[in-house]
């Protein structure tokens, strides 16, 4: 198990890749707080690829709660079904634009009590839309992030909320924005699960990952 960094570690890990990659973004498409919320619910158990594709033909013509309404469960259901655990996730989205009428005026709240009470929004969910769409400092854990948070020492935790609360504590406020994007990017395409790209890490001086790969992955 890795030792815990310290801040001066935790500090230069993430001016590492702020350095890197200054801007960085989700890899999920979307064109408005809408969207980008429906295709974070049908990311569950999918890959962002997966859900681009399925979203690339949806989006177009169901940009507002209304239009996906008047899709209808089935109309969803024919745009998503090359995503795994579509029929959950077309009766959630149908289910969840009619509260979004009913109870927010069509708009996507920016609270996450009231994101957490639509149908099939859980708190990740909720972490993600209050970061990309509102540029809230939250922090969404995903499976990568909770294994980059463990592998390096930055924040261990057994679960992810357990990791989510370690993070607020230790990023520094002027990564907050950020942080949710650089860690998930890191542990998709560097600290990768089966063997880390330790060698092409930008960040590896500041990571107390014991067993680091030395040929590149």
């Not at 259901?77 to 077309?90: D, Q, S, V, Y």
């Not at 650089?182 to 998709?188: E, F, P």
């Amino acid at each position: 198990m890795a030792r815990r960094m310290t801040n001066a570690q935790v500090e230069g890990f993430f001016a590492a890749l702020e350095a890197a990659n200054p801007e960085p973004e989700g890899e999920l498409e979307y064109v408005n707080p809408f969207t980008l919320l429906v295709a974070v619910v049908l990311s569950a158990q999918a890959t962002d690829t997966g859900v681009n594709k399925a979203t690339a033909k949806l989006f177009p013509i169901a940009d507002t709660p209304q239009k996906m309404l008047a899709l209808g469960e089935d109309g969803v259901r024919e745009h998503i079904k090359t995503i795994g655990l579509f029929n959950a996730k077309a009766k959630n989205v149908v289910a969840l634009c009619a509260r979004l009428i009913a109870e927010h005026g069509g708009e996507v709240p920016r609270d996450r009590e009231a994101l957490e009470a639509l149908p099939g929004v859980g708190r990740k969910t909720a972490n993600v839309v209050l970061n990309t769409a509102f540029g809230e400092p939250t922090i969404a854990v995903d499976t990568h992030l909770f294994r980059v948070a463990n592998r390096t020492g930055m924040a261990p935790g057994k679960t992810p909320l357990a990791v989510e609360k370690a993070l607020l504590k230790r990023v520094p406020p002027r990564f907050l924005r950020h942080a949710h994007h650089w860690l998930i990017l890191h542990g998709r395409y560097i600290c990768k699960a089966r063997k880390p790209a330790c060698p092409r890490c930008v960040a590896r001086a500041f990571c107390n990952y014991p067993d680091k790969t030395e040929e590149p992955a």
